[in-house]
């Protein structure tokens, strides 16, 4: 089973901040690696597929990077509404797993 | 655009056996070569992937669930379905269904309880 490590847990931003977020896998996954956004009682939001390639109508400031282990998702130009809980997939092998989150804070 | 709702009751007895529901509207459980999965929360915890099933009907579970859960699907009523039986309170989790191995489209989530 792949393990997958995601780092801050918890994190606090300021409009126009450039924030990342890391997920590193326990193996060589590829490029398996999926990221999603989900707002309370909303269904989660598939934003970057394949570790970068951004999801169609997913605003640019959301950029995903990384292949093999290590993997980061990047978000430029903080809004207020990029409030959320943020979670990695890994897809190479099963069982799929995740990261463990980070909730994302703006100020 | 797929859209995908969770039901079912949001209160189990411990041992028996936990049942939801995943409607889906905008697609076909039957058609596409899609899988249809389920995902569970804890309260406080990380995500875990339950298992899919695939179009054909063939399945996959998580090894640590894998003697307990029974995902099938309802062609007629576009639907698919989670059965994990004995439950206990550490099965008490929000439960998403989510449609391929990207999960590209989720639920909202239904929270269930584990609870005499």
């Known amino acids: 089973e792949t393990t997958l490590t995601q780092s801050p847990a918890f994190m606090s931003a300021t409009p126009g901040d450039k924030v990342n977020i890391s997920c590193k896998a326990s193996q060589d996954i590829d490029d398996d690696m999926n990221w999603y956004q989900q707002k309370p009682g909303e269904a989660a939001i598939f934003i970057i597929q394949?570790?970068?390639t951004l999801v169609p109508g997913i605003p640019p400031r959301f950029s995903g990077s990384g292949y093999g282990t290590d993997f980061t998702l990047t978000i430029n130009n903080i809004e207020s509404e990029d409030a959320a809980y943020y979670f990695c997939?890994?897809?190479?092998?099963?069982?799929?797993?995740f990261g463990q989150g980070t909730k994302l804070e703006i100020k | 655009q797929v859209q995908l709702q969770e039901s079912g009751p949001g209160l189990v007895k411990p041992s028996e056996t936990l049942s939801l529901t995943c409607t889906v509207s905008g697609g076909s459980v039957s058609s596409g070569s899609y899988y249809w999965s389920w995902i569970r929360q804890p309260p406080g915890k990380g995500l875990e992937w339950i298992g899919y099933i695939y179009y054909s009907g063939s399945t996959n579970y998580n090894p640590s669930l894998k003697s307990r859960v029974t995902i099938s699907v309802d062609t007629s009523k576009n639907q698919f379905s989670l059965k994990l039986s004995s439950v206990t309170a550490a099965d008490t989790a929000v439960y998403y269904c989510?449609?391929?191995?990207?999960?590209?489209?989720w639920g909202q989530g239904t929270l269930v309880t584990v609870s005499s």
């Open positions: 989510a449609r391929d191995l990207a999960l590209e489209h």
């Open positions: 997939l890994q897809h190479d092998n099963f069982p799929l797993t």
């Open positions: 394949e570790a970068t």
